[in-house]
């Protein structure tokens, strides 16, 4: 079969949704037809999404703050889980956090990270985090 053109024929008989969508029997659709409900997503599918939703957040945080690539690799880490759960704009809104990082006082920021709204909404994955950030 002639792959590219199945594809090309399916999404023009299917559509193409970017966003999560109900079909025209109730079913929770995304993309190409994909069926949420019934099919839903594998895990290399769910683990490729992640891949790109990282790059999108190391993309925002070199525009944002480029000295980030100087801290440990778990420090790093910390920022960009933070930023894939509150966006580069909700961890802006942590400034005592942000010139923490920037001074290098990773004790403070650790302080910053569990001493907000955040912590107290995701205690578990704060605590974690900011130990890996005093931890280095």
Same mark, same amino acid.
Do not use: H
């Given at each position: 079969? %002639?792959?590219?053109?199945?594809?090309?024929?399916?999404?023009?008989?299917?559509?193409?949704?970017?966003?999560?969508?109900?079909?025209? +029997? &109730?079913?929770?659709?995304?993309?190409?037809?994909? %069926? $949420?409900? /019934?099919?839903?997503?594998?895990? !290399?599918?769910?683990?490729? $999404?992640?891949? %790109?939703? +990282? &790059?999108?957040? !190391?993309?925002?945080?070199?525009?944002?703050?480029?000295?980030?690539?100087?801290?440990?690799? %778990?420090? #790093?880490?910390? =920022?960009?889980?933070? +930023? @894939?759960?509150?966006?580069?704009? &909700? +961890?802006?809104? @942590?400034?005592? @956090?942000? *010139?923490?990082? #920037?001074?290098? /006082?990773?004790?403070?920021?650790?302080?910053?990270?569990?001493?907000? =709204?955040? *912590?107290?909404?995701?205690?578990?994955? *704060?605590?974690? $985090?900011?130990?890996?950030?005093?931890?280095?």
């Amino acid at each position: 079969m %002639n792959r590219p053109a199945m594809l090309a024929l399916l999404e023009k008989d299917e559509g193409l949704r970017l966003k999560p969508y109900r079909d025209t +029997v &109730g079913k929770q659709t995304i993309g190409i037809g994909r %069926n $949420l409900d /019934d099919v839903g997503i594998t895990t !290399e599918e769910a683990r490729y $999404l992640c891949e %790109n939703d +990282v &790059g999108k957040c !190391e993309a925002e945080m070199d525009r944002r703050w480029p000295w980030w690539r100087q801290m440990s690799e %778990n420090r #790093q880490m910390v =920022l960009c889980s933070m +930023v @894939f759960q509150l966006g580069a704009a &909700g +961890v802006a809104k @942590f400034p005592k @956090f942000i *010139a923490a990082l #920037q001074r290098e /006082d990773w004790i403070g920021a650790a302080a910053e990270m569990t001493d907000s =709204l955040w *912590a107290k909404q995701t205690p578990a994955r *704060a605590e974690r $985090l900011a130990k890996m950030m005093e931890e280095g």
